[in-house]
């Protein structure tokens, strides 16, 4: 079990940190639900996510379907290395908007 936080960096920004993992992700969406739902843009960094698995993954593609649902934009940034190459083993580089061949960076 590890670690994990969100938290404002700026006006529509945020960090993740930590691990993502089945027993932070739980809480972190709780906290991420509510930005997307008060943000019609929200950015996310992932630049300080030490660690991550399937329910890292899940959070994010459920960060965007709530966005797409509310008509606001979410971006994810920094997506490290492991995470980038679990949303391509599962075909969702573009679910997620992760630009090809640039898994660190995303729009």
Known sequence: MGEASLRKTG???VCLSGALDFST???LWREL???????????ISLREVTSSNSAGLALLLEAKQKAAAAAHELHLRDVPDDLAALAGLSNLESVLDL???APNTAN
Not at 33 to 43: H, M, T
């Open 99 to 101: 630009a090809s061949g």
């Open 33 to 43: 639900e509510g930005l997307i739902g008060q943000q019609a843009r929200l950015d």
């Open 25 to 27: 992700v739980p809480v």
């Open 11 to 13: 006006d529509g920004e």
